[in-house]
């Protein structure tokens, strides 16, 4: 049974500071990897897709790089903003068999203090 | 292009009733997943509709129902509400049945069951 791990749990960081969210998962036969982004109450905006053959993925300020055969993913936040505080979520898509439903990891609450 | 559209946004019931959700995909996109989010459980798979058949379901009781029409529009269904159910859904579309399909999120419908 496929297990997804976000850690920190929670971080707070001052403005400006660079910073990586981690994501990591018990089965590697994975399709795909994929960052959300959820502010409170609302649903989740897709971030980041990265295929099972890709080792990174950038989008702006955020780059996601995925080690599929040691089970992790890392989020980096560039220059970070208190626009960017929401909770970060990380959900695979496993391979094998005909259920591409997604696994996700509890998330990481993050605060950007100004 | 529109997102992915869920309605109604918010839902008050009493335990016993029944309440139904609707789910508009992206224009397109013929795949519909439906997850439930707790804050004890995080995000939970329901089940995933492809051209109006039911491809996956969840480890969810048969409370849980639904459906989904010719338009790709999906519905589910929760009949004998319990105060457990009490929960934010959420309904994701993708372009098809594919396992490197990227998912796309609605805004959730919050169900509170009094």
């Known amino acids: 049974k496929q297990e997804v791990t976000q850690i920190p749990a929670a971080l707070s960081v001052p403005e400006g500071e660079n910073l990586v969210l981690n994501c990591s998962f018990t089965d590697s036969a994975i399709y795909n990897l994929q960052w959300f982004r959820q502010d409170p109450g609302k649903g989740l905006t897709s971030l980041l897709l990265?295929?099972?053959?890709?080792r990174e993925q950038t989008s702006g300020r955020l780059n996601a790089s995925l080690d599929k055969s040691s089970g992790r993913s890392t989020l980096y936040i560039a220059a970070s903003q208190p626009g960017d505080s929401a909770t970060y979520l990380c959900?695979?898509?496993?391979?094998?068999?005909?259920?591409?439903?997604?696994?996700f990891g509890k998330g990481t609450l993050l605060t950007v203090n100004p | 292009k529109a997102g992915v559209t869920q309605t109604p946004r918010y839902l008050i019931k009493t335990r016993g009733q029944q309440v139904t959700l609707s789910c508009s995909p992206i224009s397109g996109h013929r795949s519909v997943s439906w997850y439930q989010q707790t804050p004890g459980q995080g995000l939970q798979f329901l089940f995933e509709y492809f051209s109006e058949t039911q491809r996956n379901k969840g480890n969810f009781p048969g409370r849980f129902s639904g459906r989904q029409f010719s338009n790709s529009r999906s519905e589910m269904n929760v009949s004998t509400l319990e105060l457990g159910d009490s929960a934010l859904y959420l309904c994701?579309?993708?372009?098809?049945?594919?396992?490197?399909?990227?998912?796309?999120f609605g805004q959730g419908t919050r169900l509170t069951v009094v």
């Open positions: 959900a695979v898509r496993l391979s094998g068999g005909s259920n591409y439903k997604l696994t």
């Open positions: 990265i295929q099972s053959s890709q």
């Open positions: 994701a579309s993708s372009l098809n049945l594919n396992g490197d399909a990227e998912a796309f």
